[in-house]
């Protein structure tokens, strides 16, 4: 795949917009020798020679402008080096557990599939306060992305420079220095299929020469909306296509589908069904039925236009092979809509020759509504879903109101099945879409700030920069439409004023839908949180006065002292849970009140210039938390440059990742385990009660722990990098980078209850036992544990010519990723290399990305033509297919490859306009179909942490210079 994709690079057109600080200027020039000093990112020592022993990726406005990007987010997902996790508006689209509720409107960075967790983001080189509900993730909506002038993607760790969070890598988001003059922006971009339009807008003002006036201020105001994208807009996102393996997993649909929950199940209560159905046609016992699926009923169609047939075979449950099915995922938002107003201001001034003070301001306002398909409602198992909690309260009655509705749900079961098995006048449990209950949504505000002042200058022969700064991120969520509080809604259905039984063109009573509107609980808090950073950090940097023979030895040195907080919380009828409003994430459970934690670090860094073609650079920092002692890591890296047009690189560091509050301090509850199937392990495999079997015959009822763990460590990891960088002449150049990561003592949780008494021995200090050896609680608490492994080769190629009397360039960026191992234990082996198959939850480890573009110059026109390239991979196989029992005629094991082309054309033929106009998706290609079909994710069909949902799009982007 390498070698083909580097043939493609010379003979195909296309056009990346990350480029490789090349190792010599490939335009043969003298520029990059005679620059002034700069520091670039992931090292402190300021030097001319921008190209160091690490992999730098910098991608210049400019580029990005051709591309068409108009968000952080958007450029994450077009640089190769960034992983395929569900950071994006797109790809954490779902409805969030407790726990992850901080993905509200939150764009994370996400470097070579360490976690937006494990990737440190910078503006102009500091940290920027992580979100105020996530805790743990720099939110990319909150940085003034209009504003920036360049992005810097350090692809390696640097935990030795900028300390935690660094394993990934760096995204530094750096802005001007100065500006003067007043200029404005205009964009939008709008899709060929419609939903999903992007507009955006920005004035950037500045006046003040720092070398006459002495002084220079600017500041920048920017305000972008992304307007809502629904699966109902896109064809592809479809999820009735059985006759390839995919169809809905969900009985809730807009007609109720019937729950066989028979009399020995509850207890004895009374229910329609009381034996249970037998399906004449084999003896199998039913538990879900739909009759409109029942053998001469009206069909599941009838139901709307979302239902089908719920697909017994593919979900390997023949007890529903008369269920239906709802498409929840054509009905979600695969877009979110997003409000953001930026603005960013810095004002510097000139104190002497050598000394310039700096006061930097920032800030942003998001606002989110993320938007889910209507409420499912269980009644067979209202509000919770094991035998102990039944409440027939919910269920469909018998009554004036219901009979005629009754009647035909019974005489369809009695018809088929025969009255043996029913009970006339019980209650119906059953599962329902509430569609008149209207789409669920969470309303997001963000308001986001930094505020630094710094000095820096030059004190002899040393550089310095110092500066304090306060960041905080105050987030809060409210309920939208579609939530109802549990005890007005409970009395609506166990009235029967809410008929789940209605076809289209069937309307709720004008009572049922005024019971709905005093019920709602629009406008309720779910939860708020703040996160506040407050630094105090100083480098210097500068030669050391003596030389080896390649050149003045140079050092770095500084501090960093930081303070971080955090809160969480929400109104205290939320620890009710469902009792208090039906459905939404609530996370009551996880509520702190405001902790905080200092962090004392120093740092230092050395160049040696051994020979004129060896150079080293070492490098090392000790970072002291308050709670768990310190860490110190270093970093050594090389470049040995033989001859002018090669250059060999590589470096060796340890990182390492902080617990977040949350997994530290979210609330611990312990839960009574309710279920009746619990033997303990140590004498009974597997765990199971069996009253028939010695070891397992006594029966136990432990409390489940759960929540946070203050005695967590920190993360651990190791990386390692080798690279090569050839520019034969000034037309070519070449970089190849294979680099490794391993992660240990990672923070885990989430282990299921069926996993740790399976494999007892791995968990069993899990089991918590008293004094006569009785388990009394099961710990299910975040703990280090295990950890990752992964290696991979990132490439950067160019090629430059002239044509037509023009310059043109052919650019060749891509990503292989050859290893992904995880493991659950610290003391067992890596299991099974994941790279090209399905992974649920995280990162999707795909084996080969690339963009391959070629570009086009001549007097004021501009054009670019890119190739974004995304491997494919094995997909996920729902049971049926699984287990091998069912393959669907047109099934096919494996993703296909998603390939789209980008063209832009910018012209500067009028002076003071900049015209950019570009087509994204050229070709307007679907994102290949996968069986993906999940609640977590963006719903059915497609993958958004691989693919577009928008499709084609049309951009303009016109930039003015008034003066």
Avoid at 418 to 439: F, K, Q, V
């Amino acid at each position: 795949m390498l070698a083909i994709a580097i043939a493609i690079a010379l003979a195909l057109a296309g056009t990346a917009a990350a480029q490789e600080a090349p190792a010599i200027d490939p335009q043969g020039s003298e520029a990059t020798r005679t620059l002034d000093r700069i520091s670039v990112t992931g090292s402190r020592i300021k030097r001319t020679d921008i190209e160091t022993a690490l992999p730098v990726t910098i991608i210049r406005r400019e580029e990005i402008n051709a591309q068409g990007i108009t968000s952080a987010e958007q450029l994450m997902q077009f640089l190769n080096v960034a992983s395929n996790g569900p950071d994006s508006l797109a790809a954490n689209s779902g409805i969030a557990p407790p726990g992850t509720r901080g993905n509200n409107g939150v764009s994370g960075a996400n470097l070579r599939g360490q976690g937006a967790d494990a990737t440190l983001v910078l503006l102009n080189g500091r940290r920027v306060a992580t979100h105020g509900l996530a805790g743990m993730v720099a939110d990319l909506n909150s940085i003034p992305f209009m504003a920036i002038d360049r992005v810097e993607v350090l692809r390696d760790g640097a935990s030795a420079v900028y300390g935690t969070d660094a394993i990934g890598g760096v995204v530094n988001f750096i802005t001007r220095n100065d500006y003067q003059g007043l200029s404005a922006t205009l964009g939008a971009d709008a899709t060929h299929d419609g939903g999903g339009e992007i507009y955006q807008g920005s004035l950037l003002g500045g006046a003040g020469d720092l070398d006459t006036d002495r002084w220079n201020a600017w500041a920048a105001l920017s305000w972008k909306r992304n307007r809502i994208l629904r699966g109902v807009d896109r064809d592809f996102a479809n999820s009735f296509q059985p006759e390839r393996g995919l169809s809905p997993d969900t009985r809730g649909t807009p007609f109720a589908t019937v729950f066989n929950v028979n009399h020995a199940r509850i207890g004895g209560a009374p229910g329609l069904i009381g034996r249970g159905l037998v399906d004449p046609a084999d003896g199998t016992t039913m538990v879900a039925i739909n009759i409109l699926d029942l053998p001469g009923g009206q069909g599941c169609e009838a139901g709307g236009d979302l239902m089908g047939p719920y697909d017994d075979r593919i979900w390997s449950s023949a007890s529903s092979r008369y269920a239906c099915a709802w498409d929840y995922g054509r009905a979600r938002v695969i877009q979110q809509p997003v409000d953001t107003v930026q603005a960013i201001g810095r004002a510097t001034f000139k104190l002497g020759e050598d000394h310039q003070l700096y006061v930097e301001a920032m800030g942003s306002e998001v606002e989110s509504r993320r938007e889910f398909e209507a409420q499912q409602i269980s009644s067979a198992a209202y509000p919770a879903g094991t035998a102990a909690q039944f409440d027939l309260s919910t269920w469909y009655p018998l009554n004036d109101l219901t009979r005629t509705t009754y009647d035909t749900v019974y005489d369809a079961l009695a018809g088929y099945f025969g009255e043996d098995g029913l009970t006339y006048g019980a209650p119906i449990p059953y599962r329902w879409r509430c569609i008149a209950c209207g789409p669920r949504e969470l309303e997001t505000t963000t308001r986001s700030f930094r505020l630094l002042l710094g000095l820096e200058g030059t004190i002899g022969r040393w550089d310095y920069n110092t500066g304090i700064s306060r960041a905080a991120s105050r987030a809060r969520t409210v309920l939208g439409n579609g939530y109802y509080f549990t005890p007005e809604l409970k009395a609506l259905l166990g009235s029967g004023q809410l008929n789940p039984f209605l076809l289209p063109g069937q309307a709720q009573s004008a009572e049922a839908m005024a019971g709905l509107q005093a019920a709602s609980a629009r406008g309720i808090e779910l939860y708020h949180g703040v996160t506040t950073t407050t630094i105090l950090d100083a480098s210097f940097s500068g030669g050391l006065g003596f030389s080896l023979p390649g050149g003045e030895v140079q050092a770095a040195a500084g501090t960093d002292l930081r303070r971080e907080e955090y809160e969480f919380g929400g109104p205290a009828e939320w620890a009710d849970g469902n009792a208090y409003v039906f459905g939404p994430p609530g996370d009551a459970a996880n509520y702190m009140p405001r902790q905080t934690r200092n962090v004392k670090a120093v740092f230092a860094e050395v160049y040696l210039p051994v020979l004129d073609s060896l150079e080293f650079t070492l490098a090392g920092r000790y970072d002291r938390y308050d709670g768990f002692g310190s860490t110190t890591n270093p970093k050594y890296s090389f470049k040995y440059q033989p001859v002018e047009w090669l250059a060999i690189r590589g470096a060796y560091s340890t990182g390492f990742k902080v617990p977040d509050f949350a997994k530290l301090f979210r609330g611990i509850t312990q839960t009574l385990y309710t279920g009746l199937d619990l033997a303990d392990p140590a004498t009974c495999p597997g765990g199971v009660y069996n009253p028939n079997v010695a070891g397992c015959n006594v029966q136990i009822r432990p409390d489940i722990i759960t929540g946070g763990n203050p005695n967590l460590q920190p993360e651990e990891a190791e990386q390692k990098s080798l690279g090569i960088v050839l520019a034969p002449n000034e037309r070519f150049n070449v970089s190849i980078d294979w680099w490794e990561i391993e992660r240990l003592n990672t923070i885990r949780s989430g282990f299921s209850l069926e996993d740790m008494r399976e494999d007892y021995d791995l968990y069993e200090r899990n089991f918590i036992r008293d004094d006569s050896g009785t388990i009394v609680a099961i710990d299910q608490r975040f703990i280090n544990t295990g950890g990752t492994l992964s290696r991979g080769v990132e490439l950067d190629a160019n090629l430059y010519g002239e044509l037509a009397g023009g310059q043109w360039r052919v650019n060749l960026n891509g990503s292989y990723l050859d290893l992904f191992k995880i493991k659950n234990f610290t003391d067992l082996p890596f299991g099974d290399n994941l790279v090209g198959r399905y992974e649920r939850y995280f990162n999707l480890p795909i084996e080969w990305k690339h963009t391959l573009s070629f570009g086009w110059q001549k007097g004021d026109w501009a054009h670019t033509l890119t190739q974004v390239y995304r491997d494919g991979y094995q997909d996920y196989l729902p049971p049926g297919l699984r287990n091998g029992t069912y393959e669907p005629p047109q099934f096919q094991a494996d993703v296909d490859e998603y390939v789209t082309y980008n063209y832009s054309v910018s012209w500067t033929g009028v002076n003071n306009l900049k015209a950019t106009f570009g087509i994204r998706n050229l070709l307007n290609e679907d994102p290949p179909f996968t069986l993906r079909y999940l609640d977590d994710g963006d719903g059915a069909g497609w993958e958004a942490r691989v693919a577009d949902p928008r499709g084609r799009s049309f951009n303009v982007l016109l930039e003015y210079t008034f003066w």
